[in-house]
């Protein structure tokens, strides 16, 4: 398994938000984190990156213990967060806001990186000396993935990247989270909220209803149970 949590309760100063968290997100998977506003989705996600305070429990990465690792170390392990908000440097360039992401990158290395990148994101090499703000809502979010996966990450967690978006572009950027996962070998952790379409990309999912799981494993039998008429509205 490549991350998996241990009992975790987390949250933020002394507010709880997740309680005994136990999850385990195989390796080159697509894996769902659905659920009610105010579940601790996004929490979780934040715990992983170690951006929320960890009471109780262990996250761990390929066996490694990494509770307690800061935000920077966890990313040269080849953990990636896309945030939903402030994901982008609007006043750069396509080209400058890439660049940064890979800067730990030499110069042979960011070359192959941004073109690996532009394969997968094409629409973005027609903009590249753009600013990034002057993009639509739907080529900022493709952006914003791109950054996250100029670091060659082997997780890429994505928080509600299709906020927004018509249903249409909505289709097409989790069409893309396929393609991550099938090209580029990526594990993907998605906390989505267009829940049917999250369900039919993902190869697993977990409920979370008030800061604990109510469901794991195959999306279709989420889809098909009582919960996700009463939680998601489906």
């Given at each position: 398994?490549?991350?998996?949590?241990?009992?975790?309760?987390?949250?933020?100063?002394?507010?709880r938000?997740?309680?005994?968290i136990?999850?385990?997100?195989p390796?080159n998977?697509?894996?769902?984190?659905?659920?009610?506003?105010?579940?601790?989705?996004?929490?979780?996600?934040?715990?992983?990156?170690?951006?929320?305070?960890?009471?109780?429990?262990?996250?761990?990465?390929?066996?490694?213990?990494?509770t307690?690792?800061?935000?920077y170390?966890?990313?040269?392990?080849?953990?990636?967060?896309?945030?939903?908000?402030?994901?982008?440097?609007?006043?750069?360039?396509?080209?400058?806001?890439l660049?940064?992401?890979?800067?730990?990158?030499?110069?042979?290395?960011?070359?192959?990186?941004?073109?690996?990148?532009?394969?997968?994101?094409?629409?973005?090499?027609?903009?590249?000396?753009?600013?990034?703000?002057?993009?639509?809502?739907?080529?900022?979010?493709?952006?914003?993935?791109?950054?996250?996966?100029?670091?060659?990450?082997?997780?890429?967690?994505?928080?509600?990247?299709?906020?927004?978006?018509?249903?249409?572009?909505?289709?097409?950027?989790?069409?893309?989270?396929?393609?991550?996962?099938?090209?580029?070998?990526?594990?993907?952790?998605?906390?989505?909220?267009?829940?049917?379409?999250?369900?039919?990309?993902?190869?697993?999912?977990?409920?979370?209803?008030?800061?604990?799981?109510?469901?794991?494993?195959?999306?279709?039998?989420?889809?098909?149970?009582?919960?996700?008429?009463?939680?998601?509205?489906?």
């Amino acid at each position: 398994m490549s991350i998996s949590t241990v009992n975790l309760s987390s949250g933020y100063g002394k507010l709880r938000v997740l309680f005994d968290i136990n999850i385990s997100i195989p390796q080159n998977s697509v894996t769902a984190i659905v659920g009610p506003n105010g579940a601790g989705k996004t929490t979780l996600l934040n715990s992983i990156y170690g951006l929320a305070d960890v009471f109780e429990g262990r996250i761990l990465f390929d066996g490694v213990d990494i509770t307690r690792f800061k935000p920077y170390k966890r990313a040269r392990l080849g953990i990636a967060y896309v945030p939903q908000m402030f994901n982008i440097f609007s006043e750069l360039t396509v080209y400058e806001n890439l660049v940064i992401a890979g800067y730990l990158l030499d110069k042979k290395e960011l070359k192959e990186r941004i073109d690996i990148i532009l394969d997968l994101f094409p629409k973005l090499g027609e903009f590249l000396h753009r600013k990034a703000g002057t993009l639509s809502g739907g080529e900022r979010r493709m952006l914003a993935i791109a950054m996250g996966l100029m670091k060659n990450p082997r997780v890429l967690l994505l928080d509600e990247i299709t906020t927004d978006l018509a249903p249409i572009i909505v289709k097409k950027v989790l069409n893309t989270v396929i393609d991550i996962k099938d090209k580029l070998k990526v594990t993907v952790v998605l906390v989505e909220q267009y829940v049917r379409r999250a369900l039919e990309i993902s190869d697993k999912v977990y409920l979370l209803v008030s800061g604990r799981i109510r469901f794991e494993g195959n999306p279709k039998d989420l889809e098909n149970s009582e919960l996700a008429k009463i939680y998601l509205g489906l």
